[in-house]
């Protein structure tokens, strides 16, 4: 199916950036919002968001016209009954985000896709409140939306193969890199991201370092910015509520460090709230925090280690392990999705090439080690294990996640 006419609901921060997204491919789209005041703000985000293309020469003041002509605007879900595609952009809350599902359903034409940008909750269970849960799928976009190239492509249960075709066709449209993944709590990259993230949380309560070294040291690594700037920029509410569906799903592996509790009860979200790990404008360590990180070790007994790249790292490791034994993608697109969706190093080809490259043996090495002095969250995923017994050890043995000649 050719998609022609497109609606997104919800016009906050992620939903104005894919509706930008949509009308830089030249495509019409519908914004809804429940109030116009958060319609107009979405669409001064889109505006914005052009106004600096032109800035940088990239478009003339005309072409920024054009494109935001091609946004129409709403506050009546009915006015997207001819949309061949909804993305549903709302905060993630099942009970909510079945309420829209469910009034879409009744408003659409019987062949349109319903598709969710959520970063963790079930397609299936979003299929479910609807009448056409084969046309219900998963599009979750990375922010900031404009600049991140990566969407997940997540089929439900019931999501038909023709859905998932028009979903891959759709999204390459918009000029982005889709990958599949097999639904799971968390899907792939918050579920790689969120043990790495924790990890940092549980370094910074144990006090070898403050969070503006561990930031430091992993943007030397490679990756785009530190750990607690990327929370501070994503919304610690957010992330918390992605780690607590993880911790739901997966248990003692992932059980959230306290410090994100702490924070949360501070109302310390981030830029947004003018604080989170720093302190906005500025972002600046504070006091506050450390007295936060003090009292959120009193309550993780875990076992302390100084703060390494590789205690942080391995995490991601392990964890992509375990999803390549779930098939919940291919090592391929594993790869691809750390490079295009979390800026992992491009030089280092991805989390399990960069496994590969260190050698298996010292993986497993380290999280068995690791394993007796912080406990559960550092079990090595049997892939691991057993790729190690098999002498599959990575670049130095010619095979290990991938092959080499």
């Known amino acids: ?62 072409e920024l016209e054009k494109k935001m002509a091609l946004v129409t605007t709403t506050t009546r879900l009915e006015d997207l ?11 993630e809350k099942m009970d909510l985000k079945k309420q829209v599902f469910s009034k879409l359903d009744g408003i659409l034409g019987p062949s349109a896709i319903l ?9 299936s269970a979003l299929g479910s409140a ?9 599009l979750h976009f990375f922010y900031p939306a404009h600049v991140m190239k990566l969407i997940e492509i997540i089929p439900g249960l019931a999501t038909s193969d023709e859905t ?28 790689l991201l969120m043990p790495y993230l924790n990890e940092c949380a549980y370094c910074l309560e144990e006090g070898s370092e403050g969070a503006r070294a561990i930031d430091e040291k992993i943007v030397k690594f490679g990756l785009p910015m530190g750990p607690f700037t990327l929370v501070d920029t994503l919304g610690l509410d957010i992330c918390k509520d992605v780690g607590e569906v993880l911790h739901a799903s997966y248990g003692a592996r992932m059980r959230p460090a306290a410090l994100w509790r702490k924070l949360f009860e501070k109302k310390r979200f981030g830029i947004k709230s003018g604080a989170g790990f720093y302190t906005y404008p500025g972002g600046k360590e504070d006091p506050e925090l ?40 291919t090592a391929r697109e ?17 989390i399990l090439r960069y496994a590969d490259s260190i050698g298996l043996d010292t993986v497993l090495e380290k999280l068995t080690s690791y394993h007796h002095e912080l406990g559960e969250r550092f079990w090595p995923a049997p892939r691991i294990r057993r790729m190690v017994e098999a002498g599959f050890l990575g670049r130095k043995t010619k095979q290990g996640f991938f092959t080499y000649s």
């Open 81 to 91: 009954r001819a949309a061949d595609i909804v993305i549903e952009a709302v905060p």
């Open 334 to 350: 594993i790869d691809l999705g750390m490079v295009a969706g979390l800026g992992f190093p491009q030089e280092k080809e991805g």
């Open 1 to 62: 199916m050719y998609i022609y006419k497109t609606g997104v609901v919800g016009a906050g921060a992620m939903g104005a950036e894919i509706a930008q997204v949509i009308t830089f491919a030249g495509l019409p789209v519908i914004l809804h919002d429940i109030e116009q005041r958060f319609v107009d703000k979405g669409m001064e985000r889109i505006r914005s968001i052009y106004a600096r293309r032109v800035e940088k020469g990239k478009m003339s003041a005309d």
């Open 115 to 123: 598709a969710s940008n959520t970063s963790a909750l079930s397609i």
């Open 130 to 138: 609807t009448k056409r849960p084969g046309r219900v799928i998963g």
């Open 290 to 329: 450390q007295a936060l990180a003090q009292s959120a070790a009193s309550e993780d007994k875990s076992g302390k280690s100084p703060f390494a790249l590789d205690r942080v790292l391995y995490q991601m490791i392990n964890e992509a392990a375990y999803c390549l034994e779930e098939r919940v993608s």
């Open 164 to 191: 998932v075709d028009d979903a891959l066709a759709f999204t390459e449209s918009l000029r982005k890199i889709p990958i599949r993944v097999n639904e799971c709590a968390g899907f792939l990259i918050n579920r």
